[in-house]
């Protein structure tokens, strides 16, 4: 399904807008891995775009996000700062941590990624614990993969959450697959089943147009900020490779994955082209950047 | 043939010759084989005893323990070595202990490998060298792949300690050739240590890990040629517990890649001056990682990390004093 | 002559393996031949030979080579081989920087010093095997002195430490060795002091203006413009006036070469190494332009990525000495070219102005070494002139 053109045409135009960022964005870095003229690792979230744009209308200036090793989207879709992120990524002047943290540890007030699985749950929590004490009606937002699913970290984040009535809410990207690893040969069981097992509300989404699911999941967060977590579980398609080059699963397999992609940008070719663009310049401007400077240590 | 094939084919024959081993890790299956390609084959292989488990370390840790336990031989593959926090409980309260803590020695044939290192601009959760956390822990060993000695026979060595063991394995090491060294420099081995010099007196001696090999080999090199100073580089397979018995030599410089503080080499220094402290004309130099997280950018991750040049500026220092 | 080298293939390996020459030792090329095979942990490639020649070897078969690294020259077939003294043929034995010097400057061949049958030759053994006295160390001193900024200085300042502690004769060799990259510089800067007889004339210079200017100038060009952009830009200008400034002249010393456009070599040292990487057709190009550039030679500078297209060709050369209070640096003229400028430090000024009051300003010395055989006195102070005035005012 589409961003579709209903009541608020400024808010359609915006999703679109951030939906196509992000792809171009991801789509740019693989091609600069493929030339050569970036090193690392980075994970992109080719497919997995709406889920951002959709979860960050939902967001206040108060809400806390933890992302995750797949970010690039959760970050673009809170900031729309494609130039700090891409220089962090290549280590260039104007990076958001300096070129230290690269693509999967990005700090910004408000905003936080981590590349170690699980790990950002318990955190998670004790944030949401902060702010509702000190920040009342905001919410901690933790983006986490069905593969993390794995760590018992989630599992101890979880309890305390429900025990304590922390404003936490838990965003599932279930993408079928970790690294090369099929969801089903990593967890028994469903995601639904464990949040039911600790009492925790649940909701799964299939779409891909953020209004909609905005429209679905707002009263649901408004409870979360009232104290009662909740996981939102998203189904997506992870199209790209695990980091890059990297895919073991058959190619019918990936081309039959659904996208949205090309319905939207026959639908808005000019907003696509635009944010082509966008993206084009921002490399341009990026690449020809002097190395960024790590001084406060 | 190059090291990540080296230690595959110490996998395969581990697995072939041992009914009762097993391998145990994140992404293990073929096609994928692992995330560094170490795992290859192994799958197809041995479909019963190389499990790829959910992303769960403490978990597959554990569980390696547990087989070790009733007696099987378990190793475990770390995604990344920085994960071994995740582990810790296991095999450190639970494993390393275990061989004593009951009263009677119980023997656990339990590996735990582990890719480290940085130089890959992968960042500062997924670059680190963490053996300073693993030294000094009573019923625990720590073992480092080199390029200088057949991973089978470490393998062979670890399992007869019957006791838990973790293997740090460099990732940049995969990539590189076993047994490659630069003329004039040959390499030999002697009771589980590599010797690779020039045949000369060396007038210092250099004691670095496997993982540092590279570095260490490359910067005797230009010692030699640019300094026309001896050097004959040391690399232990086994790190802790530390035993080394040097030749006599008025000067001896440890590189590592773990960071500042606490590290294994002031425990190499400590070793050494013990042993050698008559032939010593100056004390143990140490070469290590900045005290500093590993930064994911590549030019700032080379000022951070021990690199050729970090470990020859120490040696020429450390002889002209 | 041109260099191979070894590009970045990918982004996992740090080094590859010189899998087998597809050309042999002294044979001619042509261009775009492919001449070797290297293999990365997960391909085979082929490099080519960029310019016909013929190719020297510079890295064994199987021996494992890095990112950057030269492993092949190809001599240019009417040029013939410049580089002296040969290194040792593979399988030879190794010989160490400082015999490598000591050979040089007794004319003593490498065959002769394979002869000795030794895996490792020093320089002891090149005195050895003339029976000369072991010569002094820093006789270069005074050359080097002259020539460049600190960096050199300090090195000149390591081997007198050197030659005076004790522990030198313990260890058998009295020599400090040169860096590799430094071993490249002092080639060319032998060559140059060999061959160029070179004549120097210095300008102060009003910058003011120009750094004033600059702020500006960098939030247009989104890049940082400074001294070295600028002055880059002034060389550019000034080809069309003083088009003799960047010529060059044949090794028969009469036939001059008149360029078609300013290239300007500008030195980069970010203390990898000094590396010379070249702002082409800097006579039409635009400020940012210009930026744009050098901070692409920064970057690669700081990672020693440089690509050889961007260290060929200058026929001009800017030699920044920006370091703090250097207020005189002497360039060389490099081989092959005319002119060489040489930036320093900008400093405040006391100065009287048009009504007798002392007043400040900020000023730099400008300097140029020249070719006296191509140009005269005459012509550099007219060629800092200018440089002066653009820079004042574009
Ligand atoms: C503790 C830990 N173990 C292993 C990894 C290596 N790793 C990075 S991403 C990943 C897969 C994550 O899968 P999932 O949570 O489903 O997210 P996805 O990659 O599919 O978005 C793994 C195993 C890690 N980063 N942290």
Redesign the pocket.
């Known amino acids: 399904m589409l961003p579709a053109l209903v009541d608020a045409p400024d808010q359609v135009r915006a999703d679109r807008a951030a939906m196509l960022l992000i792809r171009h964005f991801e789509t740019a870095l693989l091609d600069l891995f493929a030339r050569g003229e970036l090193s690392g690792t980075t994970?992109t979230c080719l497919g997995q775009e709406h889920v951002p744009v959709a979860v960050s209308g939902l967001l206040g200036p108060d809400d806390h996000v933890l992302s995750n090793?797949?970010g690039h989207g959760h970050y673009l879709a809170r900031f729309d700062d494609p130039e700090g992120l891409l220089a962090e990524i290549m280590g260039r002047a104007g990076a958001v941590c300096h070129g230290v943290g690269g693509s999967q540890h990005i700090h910004r007030p408000g905003y936080l990624s981590t590349?170690?699985?699980?790990e950002s749950l318990p955190v998670a929590a004790g944030l949401a614990l902060h702010l509702r004490r000190h920040r009342p009606g905001a919410l901690a937002c933790v983006y986490?993969?069905?593969?993390?699913w794995g760590?018992g970290a989630v599992y101890e984040a979880l309890n305390l959450a429900a025990l304590w009535h922390l404003p936490l809410l838990v965003v599932v990207?279930h993408?079928g697959?970790?690294?090369s690893t099929p969801t089903g040969q990593a967890m028994a069981g469903t995601v639904a089943g464990r949040a039911a097992a600790f009492g925790l509300a649940h909701t799964r989404i299939t779409g891909t147009d953020p209004a909609a699911i905005r429209a679905g999941l707002a009263p649901l967060v408004a409870r979360v900020r009232a104290g009662e977590p909740l996981i939102a579980e998203f189904h997506v398609p992870?199209l790209g490779p695990?980091s890059k080059g990297d895919d073991t699963r058959p190619a019918e397999q990936v081309a039959a994955l659904p996208d949205w992609y090309p319905a939207l940008a026959a639908a808005a070719p000019e907003l696509d082209r635009a944010q082509r663009d966008r993206v084009a310049r921002v490399v341009a401007d990026v690449s020809a950047r002097p190395p960024a400077e790590w001084t406060d240590r | 043939m190059r090291v990540a094939d080296n230690i595959n084919a110490a996998l395969h024959s581990v697995l072939a010759g041992d009914e009762r081993a097993y391998l145990i890790g994140?992404?293990l299956l073929d096609p994928y084989g692992g995330a560094f390609k170490v795992a290859r084959g192994l799958s197809t292989r041995f479909p019963d005893r190389v499990l790829s488990t959910p992303?769960s370390?403490s978990a597959m840790t554990g569980v390696a323990a547990g087989l070790a336990l009733a007696g099987d031989t378990a190793i475990v593959e770390y995604?990344?070595a920085d994960?071994l926090t995740?582990g810790f409980d296991p095999l450190v309260n639970f494993a390393a202990k275990s061989v004593t803590m009951y009263g009677t020695r119980l023997p656990m044939r339990l590996i735990v490998r582990c890719p480290s290192g940085g130089g890959r601009g992968y960042g500062p959760t997924h670059s680190q060298t963490l053996t300073k956390h693993l030294i000094g822990v009573p019923g625990l060993a720590v073992f480092e792949m080199s390029p200088f000695r057949d991973a089978a026979e470490v393998f062979a060595e670890m399992l007869a300690l019957a006791q838990p063991c973790v293997f740090v394995e460099d990732k940049i090491l995969y990539t590189r050739r076993m047994h490659a060294v630069p003329h004039p420099f040959t390499a030999s081995v002697r009771d589980g240590v590599a010797y690779v010099g020039t045949g000369e007196p060396p007038d210092l001696v250099l004691v670095a890990p496997g993982g540092t090999a590279g570095r260490a080999v490359a910067a005797l090199h230009r010692l030699l040629i640019e300094d026309e100073i001896a050097g004959l580089l040391v690399v232990p397979s086994r790190l802790y517990p530390v035993s080394l018995d040097l030749p006599p030599v008025p000067h001896v410089v440890v590189a590592e890649d773990g960071t500042a503080g606490g590290t294994w080499g002031a425990e190499v220094a400590q070793h050494v001056h013990a042993r050698h402290f008559a032939d010593l004309a100056a004390p143990v130099t140490l070469v290590h990682a900045a005290g500093a997280v590993i930064p994911a950018a590549p030019h700032l991750e080379r000022e951070v990390l021990v690199t050729a040049g970090t470990i020859y500026d120490a040696m020429v220092r450390t002889v002209r004093g | 002559m041109a260099e191979i080298a070894v590009p970045k293939l990918n982004t996992n390996d740090d080094s590859y393996v010189l899998l087998a020459w597809l050309a042999p030792d002294g044979q001619a090329v042509p261009a775009g031949a492919p001449v070797a095979e290297v293999e990365t942990s997960k391909a085979v490639e082929e490099l080519t030979a960029a310019a016909g020649g013929v190719l020297r070897h510079r890295a064994a078969a199987g021996a494992d080579i890095t990112p950057g690294q030269v492993i092949a020259l190809v001599d240019d077939l009417a040029a013939g081989p410049v580089e002296a003294p040969a290194p040792p043929p593979a399988g030879g034995p190794t010989i160490t920087a400082p015999a490598l010097a000591r050979m040089a400057e007794l004319g003593i061949s490498a065959e002769r010093v394979a002869a000795l049958g030794r895996p490792i030759v020093r320089r002891a053994d090149i005195d050895a095997l003339t029976g000369a006295a072991p010569a002094p160390t820093a006789s270069t001193a005074s050359t080097v002195d002259t020539v460049d900024t600190a960096s050199i200085v300090d090195t000149v300042d390591t081997v007198e430490t050197v030659d005076t502690a004790d522990t030198v004769d313990a260890l058998g060799g009295p020599s400090a060795g040169l860096s590799r990259n430094q071993r490249a510089v002092a080639r060319t800067v032998a060559r140059s002091a060999a061959t160029i007889p070179a004549a120097y004339t210095a300008m102060t210079v009003d910058v003011g203006a120009a750094l004033e200017r600059a702020p500006r100038l960098t939030r247009e060009a989104r890049r940082p413009v400074g001294l070295a952009e600028l002055f880059v830009a002034a060389i550019g200008s000034a080809h069309a006036t003083h088009p003799m400034c960047f010529a060059r002249l044949d090794d028969d010393g009469v036939t001059l070469h008149p360029a078609g456009a300013a290239h300007v070599g500008v030195t980069v040292d970010l203390g990898e190494g000094l590396y010379v990487p070249v702002v082409r057709d800097a006579d039409t190009a635009t400020i940012g332009a210009i930026a744009r550039t050098l901070t692409r030679h920064r970057v690669a500078a700081a990672g020693g990525t440089f690509r050889q297209a961007d260290l060929d060709g200058a026929n001009i050369t800017l030699t920044l000495h920006l370091d703090a209070h250097v207020s005189l640096a002497v360039p060389i003229v490099f081989p092959g070219q005319t002119c060489a400028v040489a930036v320093t430090a900008p400093r405040p000024e006391l100065y009287l102005d048009g009504d007798g009051r002392p007043a400040t300003r900020t000023v730099t010395q400008v300097g140029l070494a020249y070719d006296h055989r191509v140009i005269n006195g005459r012509e550099a102070a007219r060629f800092l002139t200018a440089l002066a005035q653009t820079v004042k005012e574009p």
């Not at chain 1, 590349?115 to 699980?118: A, D, L, T």
């Open positions: 994970h090793h797949r590349g170690v699985q699980g986490i993969g069905d593969g993390s760590e990207e993408n697959i970790a690294q992870r695990h | 994140e992404d992303i370390e995604m990344f994960f995740l």
